[in-house]
């Protein structure tokens, strides 16, 4: 379990107690301020500020007085606009800051993304909690035999038991190890500087994470794909669920345009153009290689 | 006047509207938000929406639960050991967003500072407004004559009037001519793209600009200085007092280690150590050169 | 014209002395080296420098020892399978410095591309020479009637020849009066960071930029498109016939999977599946509004 | 060892076969290239790629077309004046791609640093070795007493020994069940992508690290200084002694302005300048907390 009975009285005491604001005000957020939302099996996701909403978005695109929108209908066609045609500077001018606690597997590809701000729990000052993620067994996939970076089927049932005893015995023992280097009693006791590297890579971090929407809405693009590794992408679909209480137009161009579209290059235009025309086009005479025909093929469903 | 009564009107319904929030606020940027802060002869700086506070920065630092203090002090004293040490992630967890109209050829220094968000009033959508920056007389300064990049003395009264005649007649020139190109009566009506061209550089523009608390602050050391253009320090100077009025504790920490703060060479710390030990030091025997010396002996006092 | 006889000179004499290096080279790109390559009636693009090659970009994606690669078809297919599937960070091992000259208006759209690296010619410290962008009279268009932020047809002869009077009118006006505000001649003369606001936006100004390839892709996407500002696009072609010339793999897969391609929403892949099982499929059935429909048209053909 | 005989053998056959360029060349860089440089157990540095030399900052700064220089001495002079006035943009315009192999713990802290293009060996797609820092016994610090993040005295040899078996053992533990769970014979094998969450966080990477001048020098002003963690910080010291044969006169202004250099804050300028007019100041009529007066101690030597 992520959050201590102490820290849920804290996130109750701080839903406790609004303040007025002048502030534009999204009232889906404000509903989920604070609150952990469960990933993984020692995860969260908890909102812990946020600027803007959808009218922000309008109004930052128009540089207007006053909230900048006659209409609802008309901020949402002017939302789809900006995303189909790539004007991103407007959703820039949403922000949020997340609390996200995750495996240190994770955060390595989440820092990826450079264009955020970033607080984590240090080790070098703090001491490590002792908390592994350790996959459910549907989650043990086998290698993927047709792709390099992927899973593959649901590991069989005695496979997934050894993996899980290696799993579980391993971070047992390196956390005993690192909580016996560290400690004080009878003798000096190891740097935690240094102690920290005997942890392995599914032990949980956390940090505080602040990002503007566009670029946000990139960070979803890419991990709540299906190609995704699952494990990143538990935390893009919640944050997904998050954005759409928080920006509800703005979310559903994202769906449309991103992750529901597909880009075609020159080639594929093509192909869909004399395909329409009535012609049988096949991968050879698709100018196309076999990889991008097997990826074409699936956009045609 | 930067404000028409029709703006005034807008910024006083939006500040008579309180909302309720669980998000952190600050009491000093509430008393700011929306406000026109005139600049310059037709510019201003407005505040549309801030998130965090001193607070939040203390937080992000010790990603904790709760609001993170035991008391005011305990803050300060992180804030100013954070600010003092270059400890720079917790002050990008604050983010502010201000309206601002500004001369061009201001507006092309300041777009320098890559780390934020803007979005500009477009001269290719829509029409310019005939307002230009024509400086006050005692601002007519003549090139320095030590400094290439700087100004000396005022001009005399006579040069003065002829250079404000030149500004005057020459914008106003143009801003006929700009609209006389891009009108549809009785002809085609040139590209907005395109007459734009004919404007000159004290045109007014106008953005919105959002930035986190640290790159803000950056931005604020080098353009608030003594040395940076009187017409973009004075900008500064009023986001300075924005910024005191928001996160108190880390403006008053800035102000000590930024704003007042010298940094000395290791040749100018060598001198510091001789000269308290005795030492008469002079430029012959610092191993600085001229131009470091005369620095040197500004940081002396 | 753009280049003096001393500037040819010196570059004819950069260009005369070559000396060995260990490093990566592209010999598309050093024939290219220091020319300066006309673009407008006085802008240039002269490449600088530049680090890496079409093997650098797989050699970086497969972080391998040596060239990292067996045959050229194998490099070409991992740069389109890296372009297909957005792996951006190969492509930003690749560096490119550019001198540019430039109208300030093409810059003042330029710089808004904020991964790049910029020194401009500076006007506080540095007087700009008297050259001004005067469009050729097939480029003086008119406003479009149908894009808010776009050009229609070409003036009248009579309009054009009004437009070209004033713009060159102006300029030269704007032009005599900075240099009478700047002389110091019988007087202070005015420093130079003021007497600039008085010139035009079309006045030519030059800096160096350097970009990765990844991020310059990406601006040239936007600047290379149909809808781009004439006088920025013809900046963006040159600098595309130079990169073709440098990574030439990289550039056709760019080609082909960026300018060349379209991005379909979920709505319009809807469509096409639809249209493909020989359904007729109009606006009104497509759930698109008028305008998407207007550009799902186009991707027609 | 960090080098195999066989890409010891890529690494001289890279070396062997200069090629001409008209490009900016540094003799001192030319002489690093595809070198491996051992820093710590089995890690490394080499220099892949490069780009510009002293005399192309100066080009830059001064927008100019030739080489833009007079004599040595000139640009030395002209270097030093944009460091001391933190003018960053000309040293922007160098750039350097290494390629390195570090614990994963270093990496970690090394990411932080945004502002650089990285392509790092990915273990969702190849295999990791079986490569691990073991601290030397001189290395293995106690925790600090006085500074929550750093170390103290080495080790009592018992400790040390205690420790650097748990630190074999483990790493030998969880590699073996690493290659166990992938493994294909006899089992499905488990995904390489979840297996990996098995190793710790003393196993070895690398990547490709390609950053600008000016980011690069404030990545070693924070890791090469004393406060670093030893682990990054020997990392930072072999790219010093690199860039200082790379570009002589910038890193000779680095390092005395900024690695030797001190920022002192208001009170502490006020403070020197009354003691140079013979007061003596104390803690208490400092005005600074005890933490800030022992720093100043520490400047005043």
Redesign the interface.
Known sequence: MPITPD?QA??A???A?????????SEGM?AR??TAHPVLDHGFVRV?????DDA?IC???R?S???GTKSVQNDE?LI??LM?H?HS??F??C?V?L?IKL???VA?QW??H??A??????A??SILDREF?I?APE??????VVN??????A??AE?AAR?LD??KG??A??YD?YE???S?EG????????A???????IYT???W?V?LHNLFHFLR?RADAHA?YEIRVYAEEICKIVADWVPAAYAAF???R???????????DC??R??KGEVVTQETSGM?K??WR?FEG???
């Open positions: 820290q804290e996130i005491a701080a839903r107690t609004p303040r007025p604001t002048l502030r534009a005000v404000e301020l604070y812990i500020d946020y600027m803007g922000a109004q930052a695109a540089v007085y006053g909230r066609g789809r606009y189909r790539w500077t407007p820039e001018m922000e800051k609390h495996p240190v597997f390595r820092i990826r450079r264009t701000n970033v607080n984590e729990y240090s070098r000052y993620y996959p989650q043990l996939a086998a290698q993927s390099n970076q992927g899973r593959g089927e590991l069989e496979e993996v290696w799993l391993d971070a023992r390196a190890h016996a280097m560290i004080q003798q000096q006791g190891l740097a935690r500087e240094l920290r590297m005997n942890l392995p890579a599914n956390q940090w505080y602040k503007d890419l590794q769906e449309d345009y992750m529901g579209g597909v880009t075609l290059s020159a080639k594929a235009v869909v153009r395909m329409l290689s990889g991008e990826e956009f045609l469903g």
